[in-house]
């Protein structure tokens, strides 16, 4: 891949991860909306997981959870939230650190609508993070959801709105290329860093 120039980038740090996420699902990346999550919680707890981004807009971000899930919890705790994408047919990395909470009503109604229904049928099977018998409470809990259920109401959804944001291509010389976008007073700053 030949390396990556600022005159590359978009200006915006949304429409360029949006960019590079379609090109990553172009590349055939295995599951290019994985990312993996960080927050705190209010003693400084750190924790990571997997999501799914199920959105990237100019608001930010857009993930499902139960809202009473270890992560919607450090949300409410903190605020705070950051999330790494890699890209490994690419060489890329994707991070965006910033606020993290409730996304906006008509965002959430329209990211739960198009929630497939083995997903939505888990979710009523049992909350996020809460313990279980075994694997075969949660099987039968799953097998007694009937039908085409709708969300459960404890599922919405989050949205990391980035202050920061850092793209980062590998370059086999090992220079690799890396930026970061600052949030300021009406728009962005866009910087090269050391890789």
Do not use: I, N
């Not at 030949?2 to 915006?12: E, F, G, H, T, V």
């Not at 429409?15 to 990312?35: F, I, K, S, T, Y």
């Not at 599922?155 to 890396?178: I, M």
């Amino acid at each position: 891949m030949p390396p990556l120039r600022r005159a590359d980038l978009d200006p915006d740090p949304l429409a360029q991860a949006a960019r590079w996420l379609a090109e990553a699902r172009a590349a055939g990346c295995d599951r290019p909306q994985a990312m993996a999550l960080a927050t705190a919680d209010a003693g400084g707890r750190a924790s990571v997981r997997m999501v799914f981004v199920r959105a990237l807009t100019p608001a930010g971000a857009h993930l499902l959870t139960d809202l009473e899930s270890p992560k919607a919890r450090d949300a409410a705790a903190t605020g705070r939230g950051a999330l790494a994408a890699w890209w490994a047919p690419l060489g890329r990395q994707l991070r965006l650190e910033g606020t993290l909470g409730r996304a906006d009503p008509a965002t959430e109604a329209a990211l739960l609508a198009g929630w497939g229904r083995e997903g939505r049928r888990a979710a009523w099977a049992g909350r996020q993070g809460a313990e279980v018998a075994g694997r075969p409470a949660l099987e039968a809990a799953r097998a007694a959801v009937e039908g085409d259920p709708p969300p459960p109401p404890w599922f919405g959804a989050l949205c990391l709105v980035p202050d920061h944001v850092e793209v980062w291509q590998e370059s086999p010389d090992r220079l690799h290329d890396r930026f970061a976008y600052r949030r300021v007073a009406g728009g962005w700053t866009l910087t090269r860093l050391a890789p």
